[in-house]
Structure formats: structure tokens, C-alpha cells
């Protein structure tokens, strides 16, 4: 009963508010991202909102700030209490590997779409991961399925390409295949 204005309308709005409109979306993106609103709302409405190029690079930006200050937050708030808890030996292996080569970790469950974003930044964060690798780790991890989704929202203006699917498939199983390697890969001392 509401009428819905086209791509091309919801665009043009986009462009008519100005130049500061993708910086207001990307601080928006960031602090709702931070708590656990999923992430895929502001990627395709980057894409329809930008385009391809613009959506992109606000998307890729956004991320990558909310899960760097979701890490240092939940290290600020608790992350020495709740390290305090994990005496069980393979909480202490696991949280060991994360200290040596988290970034291959945190890469693959990046590349892995269904497993919620917020979930890994906050596990990321009371582990011992370090923040540098976990920031590339995580760049790195949202790069593919961050342009396949803003790539599909833009494609809503008719031109869809289904090969959009055949990357997100890619990208699932490079993930997988990152989480096996790294299982079974063992950390030297």
C-alpha cells in the first residue's frame, strides 16, 4: 500500500544529499555493527546506495573499523576476567594458537558467511589474538563476500550476474578449507 521508490530513485536521493552522506553511513555502519546487528544490511544497502566502487570501499572501511573497536572493547570490559576462567587445557591450547596464528583462523571464519560477524569479533576478543593480524586477517576475510554482496545490490538495477553466487561458494569453501588446514596444521613453540 506504501509505494517503494525504484534503485534509480533511492540513488538519486542518495547523490541529491551530498558529498558527506557515504562518511555519515560509514559511522552509522560502525556503531551499530559494533553491538550484534548484522552487518549484511549496511553492505547491501551500500551497494544500492553507491554503487560499486563507492559501496565497496564504505563497506570494506566500516567493517574492518567495527571489528577492530568490537575487539579492543571486549578486551576493555572483560577479556582478563574471562581469560582468568579458561583453565581447562584445551581452552589454554586453543587460546595458545589463536596467540601464534590467529589471523589464519580469524581469515577463514571471515570468509565463511553464515558464521555471524559479531561472533567472531567478540570470541576474537577474549582471546589472545593480536590486533594487527586480526585487523589484516579480518580486511582480508570480508574483502570477497563484501564485494560479491555490494556487487548484487548494485546488480539490482537489472543486470545481475549469477556468477555472484559461484564467488560466495568460493569463498565458503576457501574458508573451510583454512579452518582444516589450521586443525590440522601444528603450531611450533
Not at 577479556?79 to 594458537?97: E, G, I, M, N, Q
Not at 577463514?108 to 567472531?120: C, D, G, N, Q, T
Not at 593480524?133 to 556487487?151: K, Q
Request: glycine share 8%.
Amino acid at each position: 500500500m506504501v509505494p517503494r521508490p525504484s534503485i534509480e530513485e533511492i540513488r538519486t536521493w542518495a547523490d541529491a544529499v551530498g558529498p558527506a552522506f557515504p562518511l555519515v553511513f560509514l559511522v552509522v555502519h560502525v556503531v551499530l555493527t559494533v553491538a550484534p546487528i548484522p552487518r549484511t544490511i549496511f553492505t547491501v544497502s551500500a551497494g544500492v546506495l553507491f554503487g560499486a566502487a563507492t559501496g565497496i570501499t564504505v563497506s570494506v572501511a566500516a567493517t574492518t573499523i567495527s571489528a577492530v573497536l568490537a575487539l579492543l572493547l571486549v578486551r576493555a570490559i572483560g577479556r582478563d576476567a574471562f581469560a582468568a576462567r579458561l583453565t581447562h587445557p584445551t581452552a589454554r591450547a586453543v587460546d595458545d594458537r589463536l596467540a601464534r596464528r590467529g589471523w589464519l583462523a580469524v581469515g577463514s571464519l571471515r570468509l565463511i558467511a553464515p558464521i555471524p560477524f559479531a561472533v567472531v569479533n567478540y570470541c576474537s576478543g577474549v582471546s589472545s589474538v593480536r590486533t594487527l593480524p586480526y585487523t589484516l586477517a579480518t580486511v582480508v576475510g570480508i574483502l570477497p563476500g563484501t564485494i560479491g554482496v555490494v556487487l548484487l545490490a548494485d546488480a539490482l538495477t537489472g543486470q545481475t550476474d549469477p556468477a555472484l553466487l559461484v564467488i560466495s561458494a568460493i569463498c565458503i569453501s576457501i574458508g573451510l578449507l583454512g579452518l582444516v588446514f589450521d586443525a590440522r596444521t601444528p603450531v611450533k613453540g
